[in-house]
């Protein structure tokens, strides 16, 4: 059974960092796009970034450039945000995502990610 646990989110002021972990069972992590989405109340889930297992390329979304990073530790099949210069805005369920292909440039199309996980809340305090 496949499953993404994500964890690490909270509650920071602004300015401040968290680190996102996404924790993945039950596939290969090889071949495999693990993507960072957020959904704010009353918003859709936008997509953060995504990193493709096979090379390590990686994508932004503008909003997060320069703030986020994302990595991955294929040992453990965990996949990381890094979140420094948090904004308000930021705050949001972040979730991680999967689909048996490279990130490439429809990276943020939640339509292509067959597997989801619950979900984790990051509030960013002004």
């Known amino acids: 059974e496949v499953q993404l646990v994500e964890t690490g989110g909270g509650l920071v002021q602004a300015g401040g960092s968290l680190k996102l972990s996404c924790a993945a069972s039950?596939?290969?992590?090889?071949?495999?796009?693990i993507a960072w989405f957020r959904q704010a109340p009353g918003n859709e889930r936008e997509g953060v970034s995504c990193?493709?297992?096979?090379?390590?390329?990686?994508y932004y979304a503008d909003s997060v450039k320069g703030r986020f990073t994302i990595s991955e530790d294929n040992a453990k099949n965990t996949v990381y945000l890094q979140m420094n210069s948090l904004k308000p805005e930021d705050t949001a369920v972040y979730y991680c995502a999967a689909e048996a292909a490279s990130c490439g440039n429809k990276w943020s199309l939640r339509y292509r990610y067959g597997y989801w996980g619950q979900g984790t809340q990051v509030t960013v305090s002004s």
């Open positions: 039950g596939f290969t992590f090889d071949g495999y796009a």
């Open positions: 990193i493709s297992i096979n090379d390590n390329t990686t």
